[in-house]
T-cell receptor, first 114, second 111 residues
Framework: EAGVAQSPRYKIIEKRQSVAFWCNPISGHATLYWYQQILGQGPKLLIQFQNNGVVDDSQLPKDRFSAERLKGVDSTLKIQPAKLEDSAVYLC????????????FGQGTRLTVV | KQEVTQIPAALSVPEGENLVLNCSFTDSAIYNLQWFRQDPGKGLTSLLLIQSSQREQTSGRLNASLDKSSGRSTLYIAASQPGDSATYLCAVKTYGQNFVFGPGTRLSVLP
């Protein structure tokens, strides 16, 4: 069974530039999450999708971050414009659409904003 | 709102030692608790998932316990090896909330 795929693995951009990350979840997983992990901290949820609908985006900085999940499969997370404090690892995870199920994570995208 | 803490923040042990990592949470109304391993620069690898109705789960040299009423979980690693060196994170799924992660315990196993 293929795992959660993310790309790119690394990205370096200048502040005020834009960047996009891509995620392909495990086949059949209706629930998809994007997390932000700042160095030395645990991951923090940015947004949760159920199929192509948003379930929770309460911690997403909507003035600069956006995410979509077209057709309920792949998802993209965009930052525009980036700030220095956006430097972090962005993790995508997926799970079956049940509350007590296990979450599976991708390898993450390490973003450095200079 | 659920809050998750992990103690210790970092741990260094000699190879072969048994060790315990701790995870505490404030809201006991949970669906499950999941332990993850994270290698430097990598994503999260799921180690064990404990449902709220379970007391423990085992996988190889790993054993995780859950005491929901006291808001605690422990991850026991037997006969530690240098390859176990990584950061260990616990995450709690609470009713009406998403996964909340602890800050992690950074483990170093010295040969």
């Amino acid at each position: 069974e293929a795992g959660v795929a993310q790309s790119p693995r690394y990205k370096i951009i200048e502040k005020r530039q834009s960047v996009a990350f891509w995620c392909n979840p495990i086949s059949g997983h209706a629930t998809l999450y994007w997390y932000q992990q700042i160095l030395g901290q645990g991951p923090k949820l940015l947004i949760q999708f159920q199929n192509n609908g948003v379930v929770d985006d309460s911690q997403l900085p909507k003035d600069r971050f956006s995410a979509e999940r077209l057709k309920g499969v792949d998802s993209t997370l965009k930052i525009q414009p980036a700030k220095l404090e956006d430097s972090a690892v962005y993790l995508c995870a997926s799970s079956l659409p049940r509350e007590n199920t296990e979450a599976f994570f991708g390898q993450g995208t390490r973003l450095t904003v200079v | 709102k659920q809050e998750v803490t992990q103690i210790p923040a970092a741990l260094s042990v000699p190879e072969g030692e048994n060790l315990v990592l701790n995870c505490s949470f404030t809201d006991s109304a949970i669906y499950n608790l999941q332990w993850f391993r994270q290698d430097p620069g990598k994503g999260l690898t799921s180690l064990l998932l404990i449902q709220s109705s379970q007391r423990e789960q085992t996988s190889g040299r790993l054993n995780a316990s859950l005491d929901k009423s006291s808001g605690r979980s422990t991850l026991y690693i037997a006969a530690s090896q240098p390859g176990d060196s990584a950061t260990y994170l616990c995450a709690v799924k609470t009713y009406g909330q998403n996964f909340v992660f602890g800050p992690g315990t950074r483990l170093s196993v010295l040969p």
